[in-house]
């Protein structure tokens, strides 16, 4: 059970560290701390846009790694 938990733990370090990437890549909506890293500066083409909702897609389906690589920790934690 060793080996399962390592392996949980390193997916959970790298897809958060990917999660932040992929969250920080997503254009502002407007004010607050988007616009101080330059995300007023951005064209107004919206957010309908390929590359827009790609970005929503891999975004949710790498949240969801994230929240079931947690639940399968407490699990190995709990029955082992």
């Known amino acids: 059970m060793d080996v399962v938990r390592i392996a949980l733990q390193v997916l959970l ?3 958060g560290l990917f999660l932040v ?3 920080l890549m997503h254009k502002g ?3 607050g701390l988007s616009d101080m890293f330059g995300g007023g500066v951005s064209s107004s083409l ?3 846009s390929v590359a827009e ?3 929503n897609r891999i975004t ?3 949240g969801l790694l994230w929240a079931l690589t ?3 920790l407490g699990l190995v934690e709990r029955f082992a």
């Open 13 to 15: 370090i790298i897809s």
């Open 21 to 23: 990437m992929l969250i």
């Open 29 to 31: 909506k407007g004010g």
């Open 46 to 48: 919206g957010g309908s």
């Open 53 to 55: 909702r790609n970005l």
């Open 60 to 62: 949710v389906g790498v």
């Open 70 to 72: 947690i639940i399968g």
